[in-house]
């Protein structure tokens, strides 16, 4: 199941989560192991934008996820980004405060 498209849009890769609620803890560890490959083999001129427009909730799973991402590009010197954040997944980075630790584009 595709639960993610992914572009080049020249200065960034961007993924578009296509799912309204992230939760299934295997489903997490794909996406994880997905945006990992992914960041791993781009180059650090390009950004790596998340968009969440479609998604409404995600599990403190899928928050652990992105933490181990940001570990990861940050060591690559790819800059991570989070788009289209809705407010409940924008409270849940309040809660865990990582809404400093995260580039958050508001729409």
Known sequence: MRSMTVSDEGDAIVV?????NISDELRIMEIGDELTEIASN???????VLDFHKVEYCSSAMVGQLV???????RDGVELKLRNVSPTIRAILKTMRLDKVFRVEMP
């Open 16 to 20: 578009v989560f296509l799912d309204r």
């Open 42 to 48: 781009m180059p650090a001129e390009q950004a790596f």
């Open 68 to 74: 181990l991402l940001r570990n990861a590009t940050e």
